[in-house]
């Protein structure tokens, strides 16, 4: 950590700096530039950022020099984490393809979501039985109908399930039912959530949030982590910008960027981030050729009846096509669907 | 509901939009203009905006003519709500001030913080014993010893306590000792944590989250206030920009925009959007005379040594000459301190 | 446009905004909604924008219904437009792939720098001789000598010039020695600069601002149209968000969404945006993959010793490797580099 | 200027990056800590900032310690600048109410606005006679015909009159009628019109761009002063993000943030800012409690037939009693009126 001293800073506040340093057991050097003071502090990370060294007089500023994560990071794990979900592997040379309606609605829907992605090679299905909308007024989701629903569906196709955790008073229960527990974007900072789901024995898919950092993504699956649990798939979906011609903006820098920060697989969703059916296949391809290790996109039986999403899902008769385009790309880049 | 087709839109595009909305109860009004057709639709509003229209062929776009709250509207309920705390009242001509450190730490540093508020006349004090932070590896709250250091020290001091709840599971602990159940801006849309608060019987603080829209606040308003509890109090505490020199941007904007759209009272707090110390008397003078209902600030005898957020605590020894700055231009304004 | 009146407006608000309306010679559709009455205003787009509606008593908000461009409009002239810039093609299935320093800084190094971009087959050769800098301090460009030194490389590499314009009154100069000028993001709305590029004869390359929607980037490229010159190459380049781990946030999605609104050809800039090397290769390939016409990316002989944008600039020695994933991928997608 | 290095950095790495720090005559200091090498670059400033060192390799981020702008901060020059504008002081204790519509429209338009400022004891008053719209069909400005209404007007009432320069081939006719010359937020990184006006004889009021920070600001207005031109007054107009319930999101913490770090005067336009007349009294008093200087604000006789930002002019039969408001406030925190 470096603190850079404010211009007019005396010699008694660096003294007092340093000694606030040393009192934590930590060391400090000290640096006189011609106009400025630096004062470098090494010492365990966690002592050092719970020191409130902004507050104290004649502090400009504080650099942090270590990242604020750990378990998560490249530096500690340099070999891409690999995980196995019944059998198909997210990460490495694999590309998964996750597909499914935003919400389970009923039977016929979802069983015929989930035939469509497995007829097109999908990995695995996704599909809500809790569902976090933005009006009270909106549909929330089956509950634990839907989680049954979803489990016939996994029976019928073969395809592993993915669906969202919201409360952790749940988490018995889609544990029952998930192979992989989704934390959505607006919880990616409930960090309750996240301290039971690193406690849980299912691999978890962490949405960054909307306004959320790639660091702070990194921190709170830093939280997963923690706690026991190492099977993480971070998902890029956009981000809050002032751009208004997509709901949100996906930012595909962050896969690159993840990847070389993080040994954690990164998957995009191209649905939510685009909100419009026309500009799914594009960024889908784009997350490809980034180095994503797969995508999590909502297929419909019939998006103009859809309680959720509809306007972004591509329809289950288009979604064969759809898959092969990305295939044929995932091919192109020496990967193969898992 | 306005629904604007796209340029090319067919006579049959048109009449299946017209149809879909009758099959739901509702009436449609077609308005040919020279280039661009729009269909005008009138019916009930849940129903209308789960209808997926963007996914319909031939729309361009969709858009809501109706607000998308209700109970929270001012429409709905003019008068200004006004909400009693243990004899202090949030809205109206009073202004609730509302101080204490970020966390409770220590039972001194919760006493010395409660009477430097008391002393300096404010109406509440604050103090999170559940503590949301990035890092897991930073400080996370005393938990329930801290509740019970909060109840100490408002025996002493007859000030309400406003303290912070995060997860569903910990409600009858907090109902217990909070005056004021605070909900933190990372949960904003933390939905079940919503509605369980609207069953709850204690007023509840609704801060805004860093990437929430004014009408989302509203919806996340409209949740808590659904499920029975009307007595909700928003704070806008920052918003994320682009911007480095502020931890938030405060939207000073949203005071008024929120008044004119809502019945319900309205705080801000200027020491997280800030950041830093030297900010937090300019910005709470601005919520003064932006119309405001209070402010919640942050206070600790040590802001050096403080757990959390020491840079932008007013030392409770500066306390009493802040607080004299915001109550004389509180009664400039014509209010009064509760 | 559409007119929501307020749901207190009186009849003679509406009457009011009626005889405006009538007044300026369009025509008004009154349609009274359960709570809220519209106002649709059909006529000259142009003089209805110019109506300050939102001004009048009653009037809650005002929705555009037309887009606010026209010629640069896909509904306008539906093919897609294809600039021919000596003998190279921009648009349609040809892909240009535009490469050099950030600025023209010596002889060696902008010859260098050309002979780099020839030798991978690059379509054209980028240089600044006018700089746009943040700060007063930094290298602003050689002026007249850089362009000359533009001169001398495409006579020796056949490699036609794209060079930035910062000033009307350098438009003769910069016209006598560029084939493509360049309006830079910081200029994206100098309107005087972009209605001189309009009269001038030559391909204009229109960089997004950082803070521009796309909207405002189509209406910037309808000023240039506007006088005359319809030869505007667009180019998304990263917009400002609150992420900090790129220099820019590439708005990805822009591509798609620009090509269905738009007849104008759309390039990236994957140099700007990431302000590091790392991130150069994968998002060229994302442009790629979603549909833009071309990449104008920064190279230099040595980064290490770069005036300007060093640490983003692909090696002169490793751009032949680059331009080959490049064209790999090009070809891929049925295009070929021109 | 302090580097640090990736985790993984070599020994030769290091001493490359120390080899390049003395070869343009700067010192450097290595410091290694436990995981990362850190090194201190100390020398002149300009040289330092031009070094590419972020292209070294080795090198994981750069981090200034000092600050990019010099002549404007407040530690080169520690008091106020005070700015006198025809006896009018700008800055101080003065409080500078600047008023008067968008733009310049007839004879009777600008004169009753200017009747109406100086009837309300306004300091000065504003009017474009150059816009810059948005669209290419707007209105764009009187030019000449309007700058000489200006003067007319200004004969008339003794106010002294801020308008703006948007095109350094205007600036000698500009020169000529303006008092203060107005750089509009689109052209804040104008960098060739601000040396044009950093050599004129005349104050420049500088506005932030919509996606500038208030260090850009500041080095925007570097280049002013740095020309020669000290007389330079900062404008917060606010700035672009995703909430949209305002044109522009007010960040009124810039003002104290700018007062903090610069000596030049401030003031604030709550017009352009708030983009609705029920908005502007609030956010001006919000101003003149966080210490800004003055206020620009948009006042027009009919905002019913405004030809540009009518929806957020004060109707000039109203803005006496805004002014009235406003000047209570301002002598109740010490100021008065200049």
Known sequence: MIIVMHEDATEEQIAHVVARIEEVGATAHISHGERVTL???????????????EAFPGVERVVAVLKPYKLVSREFHPADTIIDVRGRRVGGNQFTLIAGPCSVETPGQIMQAAEAARDAGASMMRGGAFKPRTSPYAFQGLGREGLELLAEARERTGLPVVTELMDPRDLELVHEYADVIQIGARNMQNFQLLAE?????????????????????????????KEGNREVILCERGIRTFETATRNTLDISAVPVIKLASHLPV??????????????????????????DGI?????????????????SVPTRAFR???????????????SIS
Chains 1, 2, 3, 4 share one sequence.
């Not at 959320?212 to 982590?225: D, K, N, Q, R, S």
């Not at 419909?300 to 306007?311: I, M, V």
């Open 321 to 335: 096509e759809y898959a092969a385009h990305v295939r044929e790309l995932v091919e192109f880049v020496g990967k």
């Open 39 to 53: 004062v470098g502090a090494i010492g365990d990370r966690e002592v050092l950022t719970g020191l409130p060294v």
């Open 267 to 292: 998957v995009v969703d191209p649905s939510h981030s685009a909100g419009r059916l026309d500009l799914v296949l594009p960024l889908s391809l784009a997350a490809v050729v980034c180095g994503a």
């Open 197 to 225: 789901v690193g406690k849980a024995k299912r691999p978890v898919l962490l949405k960054r949030g909307a306004a959320a950092t790639i660091e702070e993504l990194l921190m709170a699956a830093e939280y997963v982590v």
């Open 296 to 312: 999590i996109v909502e297929t419909h039986p019939s998006p103009e009846t859809a309680l959720c999403d509809g306007p972004q």
